[in-house]
């Protein structure tokens, strides 16, 4: 089992940046691919970005490519996401999500992922 809890959402204005952690505990929790996904008010869950378990390969949505930054540090059984120029269609509850053996063309999709956070809430103001 891996449980994972995310934690620094919050209010920001337009412009403004955000750091989201996501802690993880567990066995092997380091072999696994990490993602984060957002679901905006009355909208689908949607994939926002993807690191696999050594950091070496990410993948982020078009849609906050250049203004987020996914990172790990498996020292401390962490994955972040760093946002930048926030938006308020950046708006969200985000979740982390914890997967194995992920093949490329599944990275996207939330049904890869076996593991989930409660998420936390990202409002971005105009």
């Known amino acids: 089992q891996v449980q994972l809890v995310e934690s620094g959402g919050g209010l920001v204005q337009a412009g403004g940046s955000l750091r989201l952690s996501c802690a993880a505990s567990?066995?092997?929790?380091?072999?696994?691919?990490m993602a984060w996904f957002r679901q905006p008010p009355g909208k689908e869950r949607e994939f926002v970005a993807f690191?696999?378990?050594?950091?070496?390969?990410?993948l982020y949505a078009d849609s906050v490519a250049g203004r987020f930054t996914i990172s790990r540090d498996n020292a401390k059984n962490t994955v972040y996401l760093q946002m930048n120029s926030l938006k308020p269609e950046d708006t969200a509850v985000y979740y982390c999500a914890a997967g194995r053996g992920i093949a490329t063309g599944q990275l996207m999709g939330a049904l890869a992922y076996n593991y989930w956070g409660q998420g936390t809430q990202v409002t971005v103001s105009s």
């Open positions: 567990g066995r092997t929790v380091n072999s696994y691919d």
């Open positions: 690191i696999s378990w050594s950091g070496v390969r990410t």
